[in-house]
């Protein structure tokens, strides 16, 4: 073998790029990254429509548990940020109940309050935990899990909790301290600090998506196809073959494609099998853009939780919020993300999606907007969410030491199938870390152990 290994890189996501970035920055030469689509960032990339709406597929802020990030998205747009503090609310019962849900019961109707506190006074002692619906019980009660974290996880998960695992939950669901709670009823004080991203940045132009194009175009062009999809893979002969008829011959491969796409790829069927049990959603966003100064009650809001059944969506962003140049016109436009899912085996392409994401907005209070004056950009991705199901670890502990055996690394959002490491950070150093290992055995930290991960910036 050579002393710089031949490696493939598939997508040209936050995971994809990590990998490519620290090739480079090692002096490695001998690589290639291939991505289907003609531009860089996956599901982190930004669109600017034709009336000069910029748009990102959902949410995706940069917070960080990595200085070697930090540093990164220093490099990468130096003074290109702005910083925010989250300000996340729930919208529920006609009402802002700011995030997290837990903390703030204070906000919920006089009834459904001493629901969420005697749930959580009965909670039981030592209760089983077997699945995420347990753990939810177990830990917050019946009033909190039935007025927010239950019907919530049903609409962005579109998978039954009891049928979820909850081992992944680490810092993306916040647990509860019941005295804190009462201090914060009795005190009639909001408390909305926590959680790793309750300060983030955003680029002030470009939208995310402004982060990795920066980073791609910042790598040697020779290294990269745009447009080149991977259509084949030879495990035993070490030989991909792309979408524009060539062939390239690798030592290893860094994957950033969906488990189950991937597995086919490599034609094992036994791989193919465990993947195929994989769960994930589909998600589409309207993004909403209304020739109007953004809504008086939504300035300075972050992102909406939307749990209630009548609303299609299960967050709404008032992104234009996140930056000015997110519109042609600040101070007369604002827009909009509207997140929807489905389970993955299900589509929703016979919805007019602006006409029912207005009419929801509308009949939940939450604002309403003249349609002659809105236009929606759909975008749209088959593979939204991993859903982290109570199998799901099983499957992966048995699936990926088959690709290690062929020196493929499947990392990334979809690549790792692990939504608790799913941050933009996360990904980036999935793929840093992913060719550390392969060149020189340095331990992975963030794929295999998320919890340590996310305990402390490293």
């Not at 490696?7 to 090739?23: D, E, K, N, S, Y």
């Not at 979408?243 to 791989?271: H, Q, R, W």
């Not at 966003?285 to 939504?298: D, S, Y």
Request: negative net charge; hydrophobic residues 35%; glycine residues 8%.
């Amino acid at each position: 073998m050579n002393k710089q290994p031949r490696t493939l890189i598939i997508g040209a996501g936050p995971t994809g790029l990590g990998a490519a970035w620290r090739l480079n920055e090692l002096g490695n030469e001998n690589w290639l990254l291939c991505e289907k689509e003609a531009y860089f960032g996956g599901l982190a990339t930004s669109f600017v429509d034709e009336h000069g709406f910029t748009w990102d597929f959902a949410i995706h802020v940069a917070h960080s548990h990595y200085h070697y990030f930090d540093n990164l998205m220093e490099t990468l747009l130096p003074d290109g940020f702005y910083q925010h503090q989250r300000m996340a609310w729930v919208w529920e019962y006609g009402r802002f109940i700011p995030y997290p849900f837990q903390n703030n019961i204070r906000h919920l109707p006089k009834e459904y309050l001493w629901e969420a506190i005697q749930g959580i006074l009965e909670r039981p002692e030592n209760a089983e935990t077997n699945n995420f619906k347990d753990w939810i019980l177990n830990t917050f009660g019946t009033g909190i899990g039935k007025h927010f974290l239950l019907p919530y996880n049903k609409k962005i998960w579109c998978t039954d909790a009891e049928d979820m695992g909850y081992k992944w939950t680490g810092d993306r669901v916040p647990t509860v301290d019941l005295e804190r709670i009462i201090q914060n009823v009795i005190y009639e004080k909001d408390d909305v600090n926590w959680g790793p991203n309750a300060v983030f940045d955003f680029p002030k132009v470009g939208g995310t998506g402004a982060i990795w194009k920066a980073m791609g175009e910042a790598l040697p062009q020779e290294n990269i196809r745009l447009s080149t999809g991977v259509e084949k893979i030879d495990t035993n002969n070490k030989i991909a073959t792309l979408s524009d008829g060539s062939t390239f011959e690798y030592d290893y491969i860094v994957s950033t494609i969906p488990l189950p796409m991937l597995t086919k790829l490599c034609n094992d069927e036994k791989a193919d099998q465990l993947a195929s049990q994989l769960r994930y959603t589909h998600v589409q966003v309207a993004g909403i853009a209304a020739r109007q100064p953004m809504p008086e009650q939504l300035k300075g809001k972050t992102w909406l939780y939307c749990p209630e059944e009548s609303s299609i969506f299960y967050r709404v962003t008032p992104f234009s919020e996140f930056s000015p140049a997110h519109t042609p016109d600040p101070e007369n436009n604002c827009s909009f993300l509207c997140e929807i899912a489905t389970a993955g085996d299900e589509t929703m392409h016979d919805i007019d999606f602006k006409t029912v994401v207005l009419e929801d907005m509308k009949n939940s209070g939450l604002m309403e907007l003249d349609p002659d004056k809105v236009h929606c950009h759909l975008m749209e991705a088959e593979f939204g969410y991993p859903v982290p199901t109570a199998n799901r670890d099983e499957l992966l502990n048995e699936l990926m030491p088959l690709l290690l055996e062929k020196n493929i690394y499947s990392r990334g959002r979809f690549g790792g199938w692990k939504y608790e490491v799913a941050n933009m950070d996360h990904s980036v150093m999935q793929g840093v870390e992913a060719i550390d290992h392969m060149l020189d055995g340095t331990e992975e930290r963030t794929w295999p152990t998320p919890n340590v991960v996310n305990a402390g910036k490293s």
